[in-house]
Structures are given as structure tokens and as C-alpha cells.
Nanobody, 124 residues
Framework: QVQLVESGGGLVQAGGSLRLSCAAAGRTFSNYAMGWFRQTPGKEREFVAGISRSRTSTYYADSVKGRFTISRDNAKNTVYLQMNSLVPEDTARYYC?????????????????WGQGTQVTVSS
């Protein structure tokens, strides 16, 4: 199974930006569709963005569309989430997820592997 490690979280003021990274190891990265999810205490983990194996297709939750951008570098085995115009409601723990040979859906159950997450806190 692929191993995933997120980085890049932190504390940022509203209106600021952060770029999250997720490094993959152990399997052929280009075989995996990738997704970013986020979770706050007491709430279910929700889909944020997804990208296909070939990078040709990307998907976003309505709440982040136009502010967040997902990308991947298959040569570096890394997927990124560029987050701009952050608002306090974006505060959450962010997780990357991998789905082998599939499509980057918004369903948590479709993904085969998860990272440990990285905390993003947006202050007002």
C-alpha cells in the first residue's frame, strides 16, 4: 500500500495562503488518483479537491472552488493543495488520500490509503 505524508500546514491570518504537500512512497504514484479531505472535531471528513492520475481532471468542493488549486508532480511523487484567500471556516485538519486505478471521487470510502493529516488554522 502507498504511504502518504502531509506537510505545509500552520497558522495563517484570514486572507492569507498556504500550500500543502503530500509525499507518496511505496507504490507507483501515477497509478493513484489523489484527493484532499478535511475534518474538524465532531464533523465528518469532507472532500476538498481531487485530481486524476494523469492530471487532466480536477474537482473541487463548492466551498473552495476558485480559492484552492490541486496539482501533482508524478516525477516527485507529490500532490499539492494551494490554498488562497483563506477564511476561518477553512480551519481543519487536512488529509490526502490515494485511490489506486480509480477516479478521484468525493467519497471517503473510495480511497485506499490516507496520510496522518496536517493542521491548518486560519485566524480572523
Amino acid at each position: 500500500q502507498v504511504q502518504l505524508v502531509e506537510s505545509g500546514g500552520g497558522l495563517v491570518q484570514a486572507g492569507g495562503s498556504l500550500r500543502l504537500s503530500c509525499a507518496a512512497a511505496g507504490r507507483t504514484f501515477s497509478n493513484y488518483a489523489m484527493g484532499w479531505f478535511r475534518q474538524t472535531p465532531g464533523k465528518e471528513r469532507e472532500f476538498v479537491a481531487g485530481i486524476s492520475r494523469s492530471r487532466t481532471s480536477t474537482y473541487y468542493a463548492d466551498s473552495v472552488k476558485g480559492r484552492f488549486t490541486i496539482s501533482r508532480d508524478n516525477a516527485k511523487n507529490t500532490v499539492y493543495l494551494q490554498m488562497n484567500s483563506l477564511v476561518p471556516e477553512d480551519t481543519a485538519r487536512y488529509y490526502c488520500a490515494a485511490r489506486e486505478f480509480g477516479w478521484p471521487t468525493s467519497s471517503r470510502d473510495d480511497y485506499d490509503a490516507w496520510g496522518q493529516g496536517t493542521q491548518v488554522t486560519v485566524s480572523s
